[in-house]
């Protein structure tokens, strides 16, 4: 019997900080990938529907984290969200 790996879909337009949790989340077992904005991350929901949606909140793009998470909420209800901030 196989067992399918949870993906989490890291959000953040900080590079170093998308590229630390996936090596984080890897090494933990799930499938680790992220999106520099929320654009991206609607792309990539879209393509994947991911498992679980980690998203910083303020970002500098079009979609900060609260616009996508009420594209997510209305168009992918069953994905999880998490918001994350460093202020």
């Known amino acids: 019997m196989s067992h399918k790996i949870p993906q989490i ?3 953040d337009d900080d590079a170093v900080t998308c590229e630390l ?5 890897t090494r933990e077992g799930f499938d680790a990938t992220f999106a520099k904005s929320g654009e ?3 792309l990539e929901v879209a393509r994947h529907r991911p498992d679980l ?3 910083d ?5 079009r979609l900060d984290g ?3 998470l009420e594209i997510i909420r209305r168009e992918y209800p069953s994905t999880p969200v998490v918001l994350m901030t460093a202020f």
């Open 21 to 25: 949790l996936c090596e984080v989340f």
């Open 9 to 11: 879909l890291t959000v």
């Open 53 to 55: 949606l980690l998203s």
């Open 57 to 61: 909140i303020r970002m500098k793009t």
């Open 66 to 68: 609260l616009s996508l």
């Open 40 to 42: 991206d991350a609607l």
